[in-house]
């Protein structure tokens, strides 16, 4: 059996106490963290898979295009 390969976009964000928190986008509920980028990057892999196989839909990827930040005054 071949194996598919995919390829999904990750956000990498810190936390008020240094943790590496990794979303995927793509993926609802997809998200893991680590104390260093290295090891949130192995964990989001294995979160990854086990979000694909316990929701047996065919996910389709979005095209990442950028990032922005945008300055809001309240």
Do not use: S, W
């Not at 956000?11 to 963290?33: M, S, W």
């Not at 990442?64 to 309240?74: A, D, H, K, T």
């Amino acid at each position: 059996m071949q194996k598919k390969v995919m390829n999904f976009t990750v956000l990498i964000e810190q936390d008020e106490d240094g943790i590496y928190v990794a979303k995927v986008p793509d993926i609802a509920g997809c998200y893991t963290q680590g104390k260093t980028i290295p090891q949130a990057m192995d964990r989001i892999k294995e979160a990854i898979q086990v979000c694909l196989e316990a929701d047996k839909e065919e996910h389709h990827q979005m095209k990442f295009i950028g990032l922005q930040q945008v300055e809001v005054n309240l």
